[in-house]
C-alpha cells in the first residue's frame, strides 16, 4: 500500500514538472552569434496540420551564422533528414531540458565526424542518432554548428526548442522571457464570425456563419463595424481571426491568449504555454480549420469540440457556447494577448433572435453518422471501404460517402477505378483513417497499383497505400475524394554535369532526381562501386568529393539508384575524373 502511495506521488510530480515547467531565463544564453535578434515565427502558432514547435530565428537571410550551446549540457541526438528539421541538433541540460537546433547548415567538426562515419556505418543518408552524455559535451556559449536551410525550410533561420526532457513538451520561450523580442504592438482583430450550433442525434450541426467586419478605433481597441447588437441564436460561439506583429518585421506571428466575457464574466480563454507532440494536431480543432488552412492569420474558434482536450483551455463553461433567450441583449468582449504582453480588445453587443429566424438543424434519416468516440466502419459499395478509429475525429459527424461524378485524368498513370467521395476536406482529421479498394487489377500492376487523391478538376496526386489479394488498403490524415491507379514509370536521374567532366576544380558533385506522380522514396549512389553519402534537397542529391576521399586525378565510376513510392525502379551510371 505504502509502495504505490510513494509510486502515486513520484507520478504527480513527474505531471507537474512536466506540465507546469517554469524556465530561468539567466540559466540560458541566446542561440545565436552575431545577428540583427529578429524572429520569422513565434512558439504555437497555426501551421498546416500542427502547432508550430519553436521559435524561428532570423539569420539575416544568409547560411553559416554561428549557433552555440544555450546550456551546458551534452548532444543527445543527432539528426540527419531531407524533410522536417534537415540538420539537427538535441542537447540535453542538467536542470531537465533539451534544446533542438534545426535546419542547420553543418555540425561542429567532431559532431560532424561521427555524423559522417554513422552514415557510412548504416550505409543511410538520412540517419536520427542517440549519443552517449559523455560522447559531446558542450559549454553554455560554445559554438557547435552553423545555421542554414536544410529539411523543410523556406529560407535560412534556425529553429529553436526548448522541452522538458523527460516528457518532450515543448516550451514557450518567449513568454517565459529566454528571448525578449522588440515588440511595443498590440495584436490585430481582423474580422468575427458567429455559428449557430444544435445538436441531433449526437451530432453537432453548425450554421453556416455569419461573418462581421471590424475597425481599429485607437491603438489597442476594435470595434464591429455594424453599430447595432449583432444577432443571435439559442446557442452558439464566435470565431475571431487576428494575428500578431514585432517591431521592425513584416512577418506575422500567432496570438499567445484569447480570453472571451459575457456581462463581465469570463467564459473561454486559449492559451499557448507548450504541448507534447502527440497534442500538435489539436490545433485543427482550435481553429475554425476551414478557414485556418486558407489564412496565415490565427483563426481561432472560442468554443471546445467534443473531441478536443481541455488542456489548451485555463477557462471554458459550456463549452464556450452562448445561451442567449429571445430579445435578451448581452455585452461580449474578447482580449488578445501576443507573447510579449500586448494587448487588443474587441467589444460589441448581442441580442437573441427571435424562435422563428434561429437556426433550424436537420439530418438525412439515412444520414452515416461516424461518432468521434467509437470505431467506425462503412461500405460505400462493393469496390470502397471506409474505417474510422475512435480518435480520428474531433467531433461526431454525418459523413457524406458516394461515388464521385469527377474523372480522375492523367497522362502518365493509368487509372484504374472511378473516384469516391469520403466525406469534405473542409473537416479535419487528427488522425488519419482507412480506406480499402476490392477490385482485380492485372497481375503485372499488382507492385505499382496505388491509391490517388483526386481534386475538383480531376488531377491526381500520390495517396500511398499497397495492392495484394485484389485489395489495396490505404491510409490518408484527409478527407477527400480518392480513386485507384497504378504507376509504373520510373524516376527520372539527371546528372548535372558532363559524361567525362574533368571535376578535379570542384568539390560536389551534383544529380537531379525527378519522378512522375509518386515521388522519390530512396536513393544511393556508389562511386567506384564504393557507397558514398549523398545530401537530398529540393530534387537534386549532393556528392561531397573532397569529405569521400574522391581525389588522385584519375577517372572515376559513379552510380545512381533511385526507387519511386510504387517502387519503380531507376540506375543511372557515368564518369568524371577527379
Known sequence: MRRGYILLI???????????????????????????????????????????????????????????????????????????????????HPNGTTSVYGHLSRFRKDIADFVFEER???????????????????????????????GSSMGPHLHFEIRN???????????????????????????????????????????????????????NTYRTKQTSPIKVGRKGYFVVECSDRKNDCANTY?????????????YFEYRMDGFTFDMSRYCNAVSWYPQQR????????MARLQGCPESFYPVMTNNGLIRTAAAEQRTIKITATDDCGNSSTLSFEVVGKPDAECFKPTLSPDAVIAEYNHDFAHKIDDTVSVIIPRGALY???????????????????????????????????????????????????????????????????????????????????????????ADTTPPVISPQFEQGQDMRSKNRLSVRLS???????????????????????????HIDLRAEGI??????????VAKDNCGNKTSWEGEFIR
Open 294 to 301: 486558407k489564412s496565415r492569420n490565427e483563426v481561432m474558434r
Open 551 to 560: 581525389s588522385g586525378g584519375k577517372k572515376h565510376t559513379i552510380r545512381v
Open 515 to 541: 519522378d512522375n506522380f509518386a515521388g522519390i522514396a530512396s536513393y544511393n549512389a556508389y562511386i567506384d562501386e564504393k557507397w558514398v553519402a549523398v545530401d537530398y534537397s529540393r530534387g537534386r542529391i
Open 165 to 219: 526532457t523527460a516528457s518532450q513538451k515543448t516550451l514557450n520561450i518567449i513568454t517565459q522571457g529566454l528571448v525578449k523580442p522588440k515588440d511595443s504592438i498590440s495584436p490585430y482583430i481582423m474580422k468575427l464570425h458567429y455559428f449557430e450550433v444544435d445538436t441531433i442525434q449526437g451530432v453537432p450541426v453548425h450554421s453556416k456563419p455569419a461573418t462581421y467586419a471590424v475597425y481599429k478605433s485607437d491603438d
Open 10 to 92: 513520484i507520478s504527480l510530480l513527474t505531471i507537474f514538472t512536466a506540465y507546469g515547467q517554469k524556465l530561468d531565463p539567466d540559466y540560458y544564453t541566446y542561440p545565436l552569434k552575431n545577428v540583427a535578434g529578429y524572429y520569422s515565427a513565434n512558439f504555437g502558432e497555426m501551421r498546416p496540420n500542427h502547432f508550430h514547435s519553436g521559435t524561428d530565428f532570423k539569420t539575416d537571410g544568409v547560411e553559416g551564422k554561428s549557433v552555440v550551446a544555450v546550456a551546458d549540457g551534452y548532444v543527445a541526438r543527432v539528426a540527419y533528414s531531407p524533410s522536417g528539421y534537415g540538420l539537427a541538433l538535441y542537447v540535453n
Open 395 to 485: 467531433e461526431s459527424i454525418a459523413l457524406a460517402l458516394r461515388k464521385s461524378d469527377i474523372t480522375p485524368k492523367s497522362e502518365s498513370v493509368e487509372i484504374l477505378s472511378p473516384a469516391y467521395t469520403i466525406h469534405n476536406g473542409d473537416t479535419p482529421l487528427h488522425k488519419s483513417i482507412g480506406v480499402v479498394f476490392t477490385q482485380k487489377v492485372a497481375s503485372e500492376l499488382h507492385p505499382y497499383t496505388t491509391m490517388a487523391a483526386v481534386d475538383s478538376a480531376g488531377n491526381i496526386s500520390y495517396a500511398g497505400g499497397r495492392y495484394q489479394y485484389n485489395r489495396l488498403a490505404g491510409r490518408t490524415t484527409s478527407f477527400g475524394t480518392y480513386c485507384l491507379v
Open 254 to 266: 500567432g496570438v499567445y491568449n484569447l480570453k472571451a466575457e459575457i456581462d463581465g464574466k469570463r
Open 120 to 150: 557510412h556505418r548504416q550505409q543511410r543518408s538520412r540517419i536520427d542518432v542517440e549519443c552517449k552524455p559523455d560522447q559531446f559535451k558542450v559549454k553554455r556559449g560554445e559554438e557547435i554548428a552553423k545555421s542554414g536551410n536544410t
